[in-house]
């Protein structure tokens, strides 16, 4: 399966009246996926080059992926090796992150996709995301990216 996403800035509604502003370090997008036991997730960032008609726009650089159980709590997470090409892909695109994950029980996993610095949020809660910028490096404005998430049974 394949989504399309972007980590930017938006505002969301906790409640009514109740608006914060999520600005693209801190934005965190969920992709919820159903996995039975030992069942293996891959998960293949793709960030894309920005429309250079839109003004502004920036380049997803080191995203991080987190995995979550049905509770919130972290099963996995891109380290230093992880931001590779994923096997099918023919050019080594250091940058952007792939990995596996095998689910140890039935159940609904969340993986989370996030930028670079913005890996302590609490997927349970809104507005928990924080990040940094690297602007020399043209890191931490965001961007597009589609994310490839596929199973395999054990
Ligand atoms: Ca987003
Ligand atoms: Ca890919
Ligand atoms: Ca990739």
């Given at each position: 399966m394949t989504f399309d996403g972007e980590i930017a800035e938006h505002s969301i509604e906790l409640a009514p009246e109740e608006e914060i502003t999520i600005d693209g370090t801190e934005d965190?997008?969920?992709?919820?996926?159903?996995?039975l036991t030992g069942q293996k997730l891959t998960i293949d960032l793709d960030s894309l080059d920005p429309d250079p008609e839109q003004a502004g726009?920036?380049?997803?650089?080191?995203?991080?992926i987190r995995v979550f159980d049905a509770s919130g709590k972290e099963l996995a997470k891109t380290s230093f090796d992880d931001f590779q090409a994923a096997p099918d892909e023919l050019f080594k695109v250091f940058n952007d992150p792939y990995l596996q994950f095998t689910a140890e029980t039935d159940g609904v996993y969340y993986v989370g996709i996030s930028q670079i610095g913005n890996d302590y949020y609490d997927p349970t809660k809104a507005g928990s995301g924080s990040g940094w910028i690297f602007?020399?490096?043209?890191i931490g404005t965001g961007g597009k990216y589609t994310l490839n998430l596929s199973v395999t049974s054990a």
């Open positions: 965190v997008d969920l992709y919820k996926v159903d996995l726009a920036t380049k997803l650089q080191y995203a991080q602007p020399d490096f043209d």
